[in-house]
């Protein structure tokens, strides 16, 4: 692809003229190898695999490099991470460089030919439509060769419907499914998710957060996944619960715009509209005159302005612990710190 990848911080003979950006992929790689293949003889599959992972990171990035018109990526960090369970490895290759422009390209840009296409390409491409046919059916997830396929050529194109897959398992709406393939879906989802861009990712996971919030928001954070572009399309009062759960979340960069839709974010939570109301009562019989509130759910507390109703829940399932806003006092404390990032924020990038 005509891209200089060096782990060295310059080139030989050309000078560094612009840094354009830190590139980073990663590729998961399911390796089918028992831990007691590897020590049995297997090395030597093992190794392949790991230097297909390879290779396969690198093709990514050079792709990235070329897609912003760097000539190089110098200063490379490579990463190997192995992930074990049930007897058998996978493994996550993580690159890391800088993206620069040189003073005078030192490789030739290679031209595309449109008129061949790889083995590799059509491998993927068959893949990619053997397994959207299989998704058809409502009771199908990826077996483990599926899924070793789905790992191996970052089979990015067909995330939305493991997603949605994986929310109907997370819900366990689908009753049929062998269990063996529910746990795989498990196992798998969060590191192919982790191994897509960033853009891809949050495309997929935004798409739905009505189906299962409370998964959505976990798989949100797990992966730093927060996208103030995308939760700013979703400032509605039926969403404040959603939102503020994924405010503790964190994205690898901030750019100015991020701070300004943040910014947006905090006045939204600053103007949610009252969901209960407080009246002039007596706290018991005995009791003194004084501030009620009214919550949601209807239960009367006696509290501060701004407080929360202590009432019991039914089934007891805890205090209610609404405030006036319908907002419980640890998603107080959590809109606080969202705050305080805020405005560290707000000090950083306008030193920039």
Not at 194 to 199: C, G, H, L, T
Request: proline letters at 3%; aromatic letters at 8%; a negative charge.
């Amino acid at each position: 692809m005509g891209i200089i990848i060096t782990t060295t911080d310059s080139i030989e003979g050309a000078r560094i003229i612009r840094y354009i950006d830190v590139l980073r992929t990663s590729v998961v790689v399911g390796t089918d190898i028992a831990l007691t293949d590897l020590f049995g003889g297997s090395s030597a599959k093992y190794r392949n695999k790991l230097n297909s992972s390879y290779d396969r990171a690198m093709r990514d990035l050079k792709l990235k490099a070329q897609a912003c018109d760097a000539d190089a990526v110098v200063g490379l960090h490579t990463d190997f991470e192995e992930i074990f369970g049930k007897g058998k490895t996978r493994f996550v290759v993580s690159l890391v460089g800088t993206a620069v422009k040189l003073d005078c390209p030192l490789c030739d840009k290679v031209a595309v030919d449109n008129d061949a296409v790889s083995l590799s390409m059509l491998r993927r491409n068959q893949l990619v439509l053997s397994l959207r046919k299989k998704f058809e059916k409502d009771n199908y997830s990826p077996n483990e060769s599926d899924w070793n396929n789905i790992l191996t050529y970052s089979l990015t194109e067909i995330a939305p419907q493991i997603y949605d897959r994986y929310l109907s398992i997370a819900r366990e709406t689908i009753s049929n499914m062998p269990l063996s393939e529910k746990k795989l879906m498990m196992e798998n989802f969060m590191p192919f998710l982790r191994s897509m861009e960033f853009e891809e990712a949050v495309n997929v996971v935004y798409a739905d957060i009505t189906t299962a919030p409370y998964c959505t928001a976990d798989i949100i954070k797990q992966c730093n996944l927060f996208c103030p572009e995308k939760i700013v399309t979703m400032l509605l009062p039926e969403n404040k619960h959603f939102i503020i759960s994924v405010l503790g979340t964190d994205k690898t960069r901030y750019t100015r715009e991020d701070l300004r839709l943040m910014k947006q974010i905090e006045s939204y939570l600053d103007n949610l509209p009252d969901t209960g109301h407080y009246i002039e009562g007596r706290d018991g019989l005995f009791g003194k005159n004084g501030t009620m509130l009214v919550c949601e759910r209807g239960h009367t507390t006696a509290v501060e302005l701004g407080g929360h109703c202590t009432e019991s829940l039914e089934r007891g399932l805890g205090i209610c612990n609404l405030n006036v806003k319908g907002i419980t006092e640890a998603e107080v404390a959590q809109i606080n710190q969202y705050k305080e990032k805020i405005a560290v924020l707000s000090n950083l990038l306008s030193n920039d």
